[in-house]
């Protein structure tokens, strides 16, 4: 695997890897990598001639009082599972040469930006798609990978390819759970046990919503007062948002239907976290 810390050395040895046509996949991180983000590696590696990874805490989509400065950074480890998984690229280059000095440009999906996890962090989505779209100019891949956790995102950042007529094919994988249904995160590891068996209520409260609509029930309203009636059973969390969505759109749905995305996003003291189901 080589790694390239620069964006000359990895748009080079992109080129050369991607000439005559081979197909090449990235999935784009931010380290700290469990086995959901293996899943993309993996599926990266089914489809394409050539997988590319990146590793970049990216301080753009991070807001004034989250959790930029802790977030873990284990880097020999992260570069030990790549390996593993036959990744051929690591990008893993510095906020600054991803930000050089005076950089203004942004890129912002407007609408979409604002809608679940924007709505709680503004500006996050636009530090998301300013910096996908930079990967995307210097891998040049022709298929990215992201997880459907973060579902929000892979709107925002499909709306994205679309407007800017970027070549690029988006492929949302689904979600990997550890056996009691709790949404891999990298951010698990900030949770005490007491906390780590608390955030099965997200988890719960999706179920609930599910059931009741495969029982007949069609009313948002009364499908998402049913999942925070299961969320507030569980009193260690506070709640942020439980929405049904349109998944393209995200804007509020008042019937459910299928493929509608139901989202909820919680916080165990100053740990936020996210999952969602798409409803069949």
């Known amino acids: 695997m080589r790694v390239c810390e620069t964006v000359a050395t990895m748009r080079a040895e992109c080129a050369s890897l991607g000439y005559g046509g081979r197909r090449l996949g990235l999935v784009p991180t931010m380290g700290a990598l469990h086995e959901g983000h293996l899943s993309l590696l993996r599926a990266a590696r089914a489809q394409c001639d050539v997988v590319a ?58 609408g979409l930006s604002e809608r679940l996890c924007g709505r709680s962090r503004p500006g996050h989505f636009r530090g998301v798609a300013t910096v996908v779209s930079k ?4 891998v040049q891949p022709g298929v990215a990978f992201f997880g459907q956790k973060d579902a929000a995102q892979v709107a925002v950042i499909r709306a994205m390819v679309r ?19 709790l949404a891999l995160s990298s951010r698990n590891v900030y949770l005490s046990s007491e906390q780590r068996r608390q955030a099965l209520a997200l988890f719960r409260s999706l179920l609930r919503v599910q059931e009741a609509y ?58 936020r976290l996210i999952d969602n189901v798409v409803l069949s």
Request: charged share 25%.
């Open 135 to 138: 990967l995307f100019h210097v």
């Open 214 to 271: 495969e029982g007949g029930e069609r009313d948002a309203t009364r499908l998402l007062a049913a999942g925070v009636e299961e969320f507030s059973r569980e009193t260690g969390v506070r709640l942020d948002f439980l929405e049904m969505v349109n998944p393209e759109s995200l804007e509020p749905l008042e019937f459910a239907q299928p493929g509608a995305l139901v989202a909820v996003a919680g916080f165990l003291g100053s740990t």
């Open 53 to 110: 990874a990146s590793i970049f805490v990216n301080p753009t989509q991070f807001g004034p009082q989250e959790d930029l400065a802790k977030y873990p950074r284990p880097f020999a480890r992260d570069s030990e599972l790549l390996r593993a998984e036959g990744v051929d690229l690591l990008f893993a280059p510095s906020a600054d040469e991803m930000y050089p000095t005076g950089a203004v440009t942004h890129v912002n999906v407007e």
């Open 163 to 181: 407007d800017l007529l970027l070549p690029v094919e988006i492929v949302a994988c689904p979600i990997v759970r550890e056996s009691d249904g």
